[in-house]
């Protein structure tokens, strides 16, 4: 299983922008890289996902470099609402066994 | 619009007591999952499914079962509740599997599970 390394918490000001890079070594081939946003007293929720190179979305892109020994997760102009954890996965079925793990995540607290 | 919910949202048990954790999603969702989540730990697997019938053991799943009768619903079972069990339960379901397109896990709102 590729454990993943990340922060354990950040603090940055509104309309920053936040990055959160995640370490992971010893990745495998087939595996991909995800990152969920969870806020006090609910369930996560996805946010973004890559394999190799750069991904944007509406609300966040991850860069991946080429080794994809690591990522980080780009959050454009942070709001209050943007206080969360953030969770970095890698991991891919394989022979039908789950092998995504959560880890402890990163706790973002965006100040006024 | 499709959901998934859990029941009961709290509950408080005795020790040794047999509870039940209701997860019910209407997406019509093939893979089903159960974690828990403590201070510290994050979010740890317990069990997971891949269609009826199907079940499969997560990272923390001693003391816990689960049954797949139907697409929409996974009950999680602790047989015999322990003080150790006290946590957080949170039900997710995705259509496509980890590492492929549409793999997005969809949770529910959580369970707090306090066993006394």
């Known amino acids: 299983l590729a454990k993943t390394t990340q922060p354990i918490s950040m603090d940055s000001y509104e309309g920053q922008e936040v990055n959160i890079t995640c370490s992971h070594n010893?990745?495998?081939?087939?595996?991909?890289i995800t990152w969920y946003q969870q806020f006090p007293s609910q369930g996560p929720r996805f946010i973004i996902q890559?394999?190799?190179t750069k991904v944007t979305n509406e609300v966040a892109s991850l860069f991946i470099p080429a080794d994809r020994k690591s990522s980080t997760l780009s959050l454009p102009r942070v709001s209050l609402s943007d206080t969360a954890v953030y969770y970095c996965?890698?991991?891919?079925?394989?022979?039908?066994?789950?092998?995504?793990?959560f880890g402890t995540g990163t706790r973002l607290k965006v100040l006024a | 619009d499709a959901e998934i919910t859990q029941s009961p949202r709290h509950k408080i048990t005795e020790t040794g007591r047999q509870v039940t954790l209701a997860c019910h999603q209407t997406?019509?969702?093939?893979?089903m999952f159960w974690y828990r989540q403590d201070l510290g730990h994050g979010l740890r697997l317990i069990h997971y499914?891949?269609?009826?019938?199907?079940?499969n053991k997560g990272e923390v799943s001693d003391g816990y079962s689960v049954s797949r009768s139907n697409t929409e619903d996974l009950p999680l079972t602790l047989e015999s509740a322990a003080s150790s069990q006290t946590s957080v339960y949170f039900c997710?379901?995705?259509?496509?599997?980890?590492?492929?397109?549409?793999?997005?896990?969809?949770f529910g709102p959580g369970t707090r599970l306090t066993v006394l």
């Open positions: 997710a379901s995705s259509y496509g599997l980890a590492g492929t397109d549409y793999n997005e896990q969809f």
């Open positions: 010893n990745i495998a081939t087939n595996d991909y």
């Open positions: 890559g394999y190799k």
């Open positions: 996965l890698v991991g891919a079925d394989t022979s039908g066994t789950y092998k995504y793990i």
């Open positions: 997406w019509n969702h093939n893979n």
């Open positions: 499914s891949y269609g009826v019938q199907d079940t």
